[in-house]
């Protein structure tokens, strides 16, 4: 189990979270809902290290052994997919470009450029990066923005088979769907919503 304790951060004035607690599972796909700006991001980067808060811990994970996901797909335009991709692997893995490129659809793209992929696409590519990289837990922050439903349940079947724990965060139904756990959450600051 991962395990917030009276977590508390803000941004400048903004109070993001207050004394927050929560029990995350530390298997299977785990799923924070809740409205734009209630703090889930704040959360995941809490979880992954890269937000230090002023006050509680995090206990159950390491956040050097955390792949992270972010809002924006942060590819590099001179980069192909298939670089993007190699990038993120040791050199002893860099036969499995192959099994990436199928994990995320994108067949046959290995030597295209960002800017010559769709939104969806490059949205793919960005969460194909991130689970290449791999680690003991992936924070995916809306991985399947701009993806259409039957590909991101597929992805997320695909997710689930990496045997390793997921947070994700996400405001799409069918993707809340197909999660083990989906955590409801209101703010900020940020809380368990209740009902």
Wanted: proline share 7%.
């Amino acid at each position: 189990m991962i395990k917030l304790e009276n977590i508390t951060f803000r941004y400048g004035e903004k109070l993001v979270l207050d004394g927050f607690s929560l029990e995350i599972p530390d298997r299977g796909l785990t799923a924070l809902s809740g409205p734009s700006g209630c703090g889930k991001t704040t959360l995941l980067r809490v979880l992954g290290g890269l937000a230090r808060p002023e006050r509680g811990k995090v206990d159950g994970l390491d956040p050097a052994r955390t792949a992270f996901l972010f809002q924006e797909d942060r590819l590099l335009p001179w980069r192909t997919v298939g670089q993007h991709i190699t990038d993120v692997l040791p050199r002893s893995r860099r036969g499995e470009l192959p099994r990436w490129l199928a994990f995320a659809e994108l067949e046959g793209e290995g030597g295209a450029y960002p800017s010559a992929l769709s939104g969806g696409m490059a949205r793919r590519l960005a969460l194909a990066r991130c689970a290449a990289l791999g680690g003991e837990l992936l924070l995916l922050d809306e991985p399947f923005a701009g993806v259409d439903p039957a590909r991101a349940a597929r992805i997320l079947e695909q997710l689930r088979g990496l045997g390793v724990p997921v947070v994700l965060a996400s405001h799409q139904a069918p993707v809340l769907a197909a999660c083990d756990v989906v955590i409801k959450l209101d703010g900020p600051p940020l809380r368990e919503a209740r009902g």
